[in-house]
């Protein structure tokens, strides 16, 4: 199983990205993929989070209205869309997908079996 992250880079204040987080060795389509987020000395965020089929997301309350996650099973790639960037957004990003996480759970990093390597989103001010 592999996960790729990809599109972080370096944006102004009030920028955009898209991330993307292909997939490959496990059937993408069943699985919950999410994008957490971590800074050094803090444990990862949650910050988005996509059913398999994709009609239903999540979205951490600092991304609500700026980021958007979605998916294209056909492709086995999770996108990440983050508009109106901000320097707190700044850190490494990471997908992870796990088999269909429980709702109450599903923002808990323990419940996703696969990660993949990060990709560095840095904002500046």
């Known amino acids: 199983v592999q996960l790729q992250a990809s599109g972080g880079g370096l944006v102004q204040t009030g920028g955009s990205l898209r991330l993307s987080c292909a997939a490959s060795?496990?059937?993408?389509?069943?699985?919950?993929t999410a994008w957490f987020r971590q800074t050094p000395g803090k444990g990862r965020e949650f910050v988005a989070v996509?059913?398999?089929?994709?009609?239903?997301?999540y979205y951490a309350n600092s991304v609500k209205g700026r980021f958007t996650i979605s998916r294209d099973n056909a492709e086995n790639t999770v996108y990440l869309q983050m508009n109106s960037l901000k320097p707190e957004d700044t850190a490494v990003y990471y997908c992870?997908?796990?088999?269909?996480?429980?709702?109450?759970?599903?923002?808990?990093?323990?419940?996703?079996?696969?990660w993949g390597q990060g990709t560095q989103v840095t904002v500046s001010s």
């Open positions: 060795g496990l059937p993408f389509s069943k699985y919950t």
């Open positions: 992870a997908t796990g088999s269909n996480p429980v709702l109450s759970s599903i923002r808990s990093a323990s419940m996703y079996n696969y």
């Open positions: 996509v059913r398999q089929i994709g009609t239903s997301t």
